[in-house]
C-alpha cells in the first residue's frame, strides 16, 4: 500500500490523492494556493486526523509562496488568515489546529528573526511534519503489534490506515504488522456509513496488504462479535481528552459497549499529536456535523424522500473508561488516563 501516496510535494505544489475517487481510480489534485488545500480537507478529499494534519503544513506553507510584504502588521495578518481558513474546515481532528498551530508560530519567528527564506524555512517545517507522522507510524505499529495474540480476530471501524496517515496507518498499521507477523486470522472491516471509509478504502488497503478480510454492514458488528470470535476492536481516533475520552467517526463508542458488554479488547491507536491536553473530558470536544446529502444519497442516488429531515454528526465520543489502551508512539496508556502534557 505504501507505494500509493496519500500526499506529496513535487515542485513546489502539493499533490493530495483523491480518495473521494477510491478504491476505482487512483487520480491527484493539484494544490497551488493555501485555499485548494482547504477546500480539499473541507470536501474529503484528503482525510483522517494525521492526514489532514500534514496537509494543512504544506497548505501553510503555499500561503506563504511569493509572500511580498516586508510590514509586520500585514505579515501577521496574512499567517492569521491562512490559519484561521486552514481550522475552518473539520472541527474535530486536533492534528489539524496542532500542525496548523505549530507552523504559524515558527512562521512568525522566522519573520521575527528577520529570516527572508520565510517560505523554504515553513515549507521545510512541513516537511518535518511529514516526517515525524512516518516515523511515528511506523513505531505505533511495532509497539501495538506486541499486544496481539496469535489466531487473532479484529474488528475495525473508519479507515485509519496509510491514506489517513502519511505512512502505514495507525489502528490498519498495528492490524498489518500483526498480520505480517504471523498473528491475525481475520479482520472484520465496518463499511462506515455514511461516508463509507471501510468498504472504499480500508477493504482497499487490506486487500492490497494480503490481510483476509470481510466487509460487514455497521449494523452488523454486533452479531459478528458474538457469533464470530472477535478478540479485539482496533480504531483510530480524530480527538483524545485529558482524560482519555476520544472522539472517532460515528459508531465507534457503540463499538466500545458492544466490546465491554462481550468481555473483548477495545483498542484506541493515535499518534500524541491526537491527545488534546487542553480538553478535560470529551464533552468539550466539537462534534462535526456534515451535509445532508451524505446521509440521503449513495453514488449519488437518492435512497430517501428529497424532503426528510437528516442528523449527521461524523464523529461520537468514546467514554475513556470503555477503552482498554491508547497506544501511541511514546508508550500504550491505560485506563485510567491523565494526559498532562507531551
Ligand atoms: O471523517 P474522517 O474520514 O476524516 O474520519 C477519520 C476517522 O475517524 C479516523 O478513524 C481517525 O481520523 C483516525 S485516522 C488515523
Given amino acids: 500500500m505504501s507505494e500509493i501516496k496519500t500526499l506529496f510535494w513535487k515542485d513546489n505544489f502539493l499533490y493530495i490523492l483523491d480518495q473521494k475517487k477510491l478504491p476505482f481510480k487512483i487520480s491527484y489534485v493539484k494544490?497551488?494556493?493555501?485555499i485548494d488545500v482547504a477546500r480539499c480537507i473541507k470536501n474529503m478529499v484528503i482525510r483522517g486526523a494525521?492526514?489532514?494534519g500534514v496537509s494543512s503544513g504544506y497548505g501553510f506553507a503555499l500561503g506563504l509562496k511569493n509572500l511580498s510584504t516586508k510590514n509586520y502588521n500585514d505579515f501577521i495578518c496574512r499567517v492569521n488568515k491562512i490559519a484561521k481558513n486552514l481550522v475552518s474546515t473539520r472541527p474535530t481532528a486536533v492534528n489539524l489546529f496542532w500542525a496548523v498551530e505549530r507552523i504559524r508560530k515558527y512562521a512568525i519567528d522566522i519573520y521575527n528573526e528577520k529570516d527572508n527564506n520565510i517560505f523554504e524555512k515553513v515549507l521545510l517545517e512541513a516537511k518535518k511534519i511529514h516526517n515525524e507522522d512516518i516515523v511515528c507510524n511506523t513505531k505505533i505499529s511495532k509497539t501495538g503489534a506486541k499486544l496481539i495474540k496469535r489466531d487473532a480476530?479484529?474488528?475495525t471501524h473508519c479507515n485509519a490506515g496509510s491514506l489517513a496517515t502519511s505512512s502505514v496507518g495507525t489502528a490498519l498499521g498495528v492490524i498489518i504488522e500483526a498480520y505480517n507477523q504471523g498473528k491475525v486470522k481475520k479482520v472484520f472491516v465496518d463499511e462506515t456509513r455514511p461516508y463509507l471509509q471501510g468498504a472504499r478504502l480500508t477493504m482497499f488497503e487490506l486487500m492490497k496488504s494480503?490481510?483476509?478480510?470481510e466487509l460487514?454492514?455497521?449494523n452488523m458488528a454486533g452479531f459478528v462479535i458474538k457469533n464470530r470470535n472477535v478478540d479485539y476492536v482496533i480504531v483510530g481516533a480524530d480527538r483524545i481528552a485529558r482524560n482519555g475520552d476520544t472522539a472517532n467517526k460515528i459508531g465507534t463508542y457503540s463499538l466500545s459497549i458492544l466490546a465491554k458488554y462481550h468481555k473483548i479488547k477495545f483498542f484506541v491507536v493515535a499518534p500524541t499529536s491526537t491527545i488534546d491536553t487542553s480538553i478535560e473530558d470529551g464533552t468539550k470536544i466539537p462534534i462535526e456535523e456534515r451535509s445532508e446529502e451524505e446521509v440521503k444519497y449513495i453514488n449519488k442516488k437518492?435512497?430517501?424522500?428529497?424532503?426528510?429531515?437528516?442528523?449527521n454528526p461524523a464523529f461520537d465520543i468514546t467514554e475513556a473508561k470503555n477503552i482498554s489502551a491508547i497506544i501511541t508512539e511514546k508508550k500504550v496508556f491505560t485506563y485510567p488516563y491523565k494526559f498532562l502534557c507531551f
Avoid: E, H, N, S
Fill in 302 to 311: 437518492l435512497i430517501t424522500l428529497k424532503g426528510a429531515q437528516v442528523y
Fill in 31 to 34: 494544490c497551488k494556493t493555501y
Fill in 216 to 218: 460487514i454492514t455497521d
Fill in 50 to 52: 494525521p492526514a489532514i
Fill in 153 to 155: 480476530t479484529i474488528l
Fill in 210 to 213: 494480503g490481510v483476509p478480510c
